[in-house]
């Protein structure tokens, strides 16, 4: 069963939903393109379990669109622009599956919260 959000508003999008908490500028990227952000990872508990921001950690890159990266990324990061800030829910089927990602005390299906910036595209 997937968890449910009672205050989810009209930008849900099937397994993610996407909150602006600042504006970007631009277009929005196109399948292919390489974007690059800074992001965090956290838990429904409220722990982070990843984030660029870390020491050693660096921005990071991939191309959008084409399934390199779990779902809630490749279409909730496709609706930004760069300097765009935004929160992004991810629902289990839109995140890390029924094997979720035990290394980072990810469980099956869990639901996510993902802190992204958009820092540019290219």
């Known amino acids: 069963a997937l968890l449910q959000y009672p205050d989810l508003d009209s930008n849900s999008v099937m397994g993610v939903t996407k909150t602006v908490t ?7 990227p196109q399948k292919g393109q390489t974007v690059t ?4 990872g ?18 990071f890159s991939f191309q959008i669109g084409l399934g390199k990266v779990i779902r809630a990324w490749d279409e909730g990061v496709a609706d930004m622009k ?26 099956p299906n869990m639901t996510l919260t993902f802190e992204i910036e958009v820092l540019s595209i290219s």
């Open 22 to 28: 600042k504006e970007g500028s631009g277009a929005k």
């Open 37 to 40: 952000v800074q992001c965090t």
């Open 42 to 59: 956290i838990r429904p508990d409220g722990s982070k379990f990843w984030s660029t921001k870390d020491a050693g950690q660096k921005p």
């Open 82 to 107: 760069v300097g765009e800030c935004a929160t992004l829910v991810a629902t289990g089927d839109y995140a890390y599956g029924a094997g979720g990602f035990p290394a980072w005390g990810i469980g």
